[in-house]
């Protein structure tokens, strides 16, 4: 069975430009999350999904953030325009019904 | 209101020895606890998780946690460490808020490392 799958693994990008990840969750997830994880901490959490429905988003800075998640299966974050603090990974992870979280190996994003 | 703490930011032992990292939490209900395991360049991986059973869980790799109620700890044990235990561990909380949905809080992490 296939995991949590991202894309890209790596982006580089100047300041001011838009950038956008994708994430596909394992088959049957109905809770996708992402994340955002800076070197040395703790993955802290962006939005969550409960299938279409965008369920907590209370920590996703939505002046340059937009997450959607259509079909309440594969899921895409943006960000426009990026500044130099967005450089971070940027983790997906998916589970059933809330449970056990299951990762995927995440973004890195480097803003020149 | 939740929060985790990971008392120690880095921990370093001799291959063989005993590990304890550490985790306080504060809750406002009962909460479900979790230890993931971050391997360089690799995703998170849970390694256990107490959901209200057994306050000692087992997971995997010789991993085991004792839930302590009383303490707020929930601390991560293996008798010996081996030296792919090298990598970065994060306690997690995850509790109810006044939605139905949990709330899940990841600690700052403790990296592990294992001298030969």
């Known amino acids: 069975e296939a995991g949590v799958v991202q894309s890209p693994r790596y982006k580089i990008i100047e300041k001011k430009q838009p950038v956008a990840f994708w994430c596909n969750p394992i088959?049957?997830?109905?809770?996708l999350y992402w994340y955002l994880q800076n070197l040395g901490q703790g993955p802290e959490l962006l939005i969550r999904?409960?299938?279409?429905?965008?369920?907590?988003d209370s920590q996703l800075p939505k002046d340059r953030f937009s997450a959607e998640r259509l079909k309440g299966v594969d899921s895409t974050l943006k960000i426009q325009p990026a500044e130099l603090g967005d450089s971070a990974v940027y983790l997906c992870?998916?589970?059933?019904?809330?449970?056990?979280?299951?990762f995927g190996p995440g973004t890195r994003l480097t803003v020149l | 209101a939740q929060s985790v703490t990971q008392l120690d930011s880095h921990v370093s032992v001799s291959e063989g020895t005993p590990v304890l990292l550490r985790c306080n939490y504060s809750?406002?209900?009962?909460?479900?606890l979790f230890w993931y395991v971050q391997h360089p360049n690799k995703g998170l991986q849970l390694l256990l998780k107490?959901?209200?059973?057994?306050?000692l869980v087992k997971g995997i790799n010789g991993f085991e946690a004792e839930f302590k109620k009383s303490e707020t700890s929930f601390h991560l044990t293996k008798p010996s460490a081996h030296m792919s235990d090298a990598a970065e561990y994060f306690c997690?909380?995850?509790?109810?808020?006044?939605?139905?949905?949990?709330?899940?809080?990841f600690g700052p992490g403790t990296s592990l490392s294992v001298i030969p």
């Open positions: 992870a998916s589970s059933f019904r809330g449970g056990e979280q299951f």
């Open positions: 088959s049957g997830h109905n809770t």
């Open positions: 999904y409960e299938n279409e429905e965008a369920v907590d």
């Open positions: 809750s406002s209900y009962s909460p479900s």
């Open positions: 107490y959901t209200s059973a057994a306050t």
């Open positions: 997690v909380v995850s509790d109810r808020t006044k939605t139905s949905y949990d709330k899940v809080i």
